[in-house]
């Protein structure tokens, strides 16, 4: 028999739910408001609604849980998120494991989006299966740039579960002030929001619009965005070295042309000591990166899995 | 018994050779001049004839070689180093393997040190032992800046086995030009070589000294270099989350003064996020560190261990 799981995406504005089968293909799905304002347990009570609309719960191995951070997947905790507001050190992973009597594992949403277009997301773009699949890094480039990086098949997580922030890696040494507190981060020149900020009444596809039919300031926001992105990824390829490097999130609808501005960028940045670059791709998976990834790595957690005590 | 290994490390100017057990003790040392322009063949020849005087072949489990790079461990070869100058593609491993008929292992030597800091460094320090170690960077700053990173207990390697180049992670975008062709460079700021290279006939101790006794100048430069050691600790913190971060190398020299330095600027620029800070401190092993790394890595090397063919 298949292994299915539940992928739980929570983000600040919607909570998407799939049956994720081990080869990372969604078999049913739904999604609905998050409204963290009106607290964890009324969330994880509408998970258990919907999960049991989606399938017969006997059915389902284990079930993922992605969520902004940060977090602890080792505790199961959400410590506290901008983007979930009030809710401090919540135990999410044991509220939804008890209530659906499933084992289950928290992941950071952005390692989990990673680890989808790792072993989902090559599959989606038609590329040879059984490939050896190379380290690689997901920036998710959103209203705040998520990122995630998996090294040896495995989501690097560091010591306190918190690697791969790099949309705080300092690019711009004094620059622009960002939410963490930071100055000059990644985040703050190269982010949907960064980008919008800049002007009024645009959002980051508006931007890009102007840019792509030649209006100049609009062109200067973004190459400033790219060059920054390029910085990222020359920093990014002297630090893990991988194979991919890839762009999702939002913005990376702007496609061709956003990947095109980085490449440039990153071609007069790069050293000439050894041709070791990644590759600079687009993401595949949309926004469903985080619900196929965080379902995908509840099937294969074996004991990392936790029922609700 | 005791597992012993020959731990060497081949340096631009000097090449080391002792005899390391599993604790990471040096049981006998030599060194001699490289001379990397006489050639590959004849600088083994002297690495076996050296290794003949310190031990009792026989004795030996195995041999570590390590070197700068860039290099593939895998293959056992030296692509070509401005450090050595002249050898492009040299099968080292194999070349001392075959001579001294044990198994070998090839290794950066950036990397091989910080795993000697990583095992060793902290017995060496008076830690208690048996503590676990947490992910931990090492970054050494000589004439250039070397670093390794250790990840759940395992050398740090990426795809094209040259991850862990930390000095060469831009930490002042269109800032000075480096030796690697990219521009901003952390070893164009906080490398000895940087540092001396801002004055006539100074050495970056005599700068640290002059920083020491008030001299404004000097003062500056070093304050230039400790924010840019700050800013690459900052992205390190959020790249890898590690437990540590190292300073060795000559520079080190500089201990508290240059610890102080840094932690201040760090302080200054880190996030208020969340609480995941690495330690900022100094290694332990000083020019050893490579030469003890390498024979513990010989050692544990197993199945990665190869004969000379």
Redesign the interface.
């Known amino acids: 028999m298949m292994s299915l799981s539940l992928g739980v995406d929570i983000g600040g504005t919607d909570t998407k739910i799939g049956v994720i089968d081990d080869q990372g293909a969604i078999l049913a799905q739904t999604r609905f408001a998050t409204r963290p304002d009106r607290g964890a347990e009324s969330l994880a009570d509408e998970i258990v609604v919907n999960a049991h609309n989606l399938s017969e719960i006997d059915g389902i191995a284990a079930i993922g849980i992605g969520a902004p951070?940060?977090l602890s997947s080792k505790d199961g905790v959400i410590?506290k998120s901008p983007n979930l507001a009030g809710w401090v050190n919540v135990p999410i992973r044991d509220m939804v494991a008890r209530r659906l009597d499933r084992p289950a594992i928290l992941e950071n949403d952005a390692n989990a989006a990673a680890y989808g277009e790792y072993v989902a997301g090559q599959r989606a773009g038609g590329d040879v299966d059984g490939v050896q699949r190379?380290?690689m890094v997901l920036l998710t480039l959103g209203t705040g740039i998520g990122s995630g990086a998996i090294?040896g098949g495995e989501i690097?997580?560091?010591?306190?579960?918190?690697?791969?922030?790099?949309g705080?890696?300092?690019?711009?040494?004094g620059g622009r002030t960002?939410g963490?507190?930071?100055?000059g981060c990644l985040e703050a020149y190269a982010s949907a929001a960064a980008i919008a900020s800049r002007f009024e009444k645009m959002s980051a596809k508006d931007v890009f619009a102007a840019a792509r039919s030649g209006d100049g300031v609009a062109g200067e926001v973004v190459e400033e965005a790219c060059?920054c992105l390029a910085?990222a990824c020359?920093?990014?390829q002297?630090?893990?070295?991988?194979?991919r490097i890839l762009f999702g999130g939002g913005m990376s609808a702007a496609g061709d042309f956003l990947l095109a501005c980085v490449r440039r960028h990153f071609d007069a940045?790069?050293?000439?000591?050894?041709?070791?670059f990644?590759a600079l791709e687009l993401a595949r998976l949309g926004n469903d990166a985080g619900m196929i990834g965080v379902g995908l790595l509840a099937l294969q957690s074996g004991d990392d899995l936790v029922w609700g005590s």
């Open positions: 951070g940060p410590f190379g380290d090294v690097l997580r560091g010591c306190h579960e918190n690697a791969s922030e790099w705080h890696m300092i690019v711009v040494p960002c963490c507190g930071q100055r060059r910085i020359v920093n990014i002297h630090a893990l070295n991988p194979d940045l790069r050293w000439n000591v050894h041709d070791d990644p």
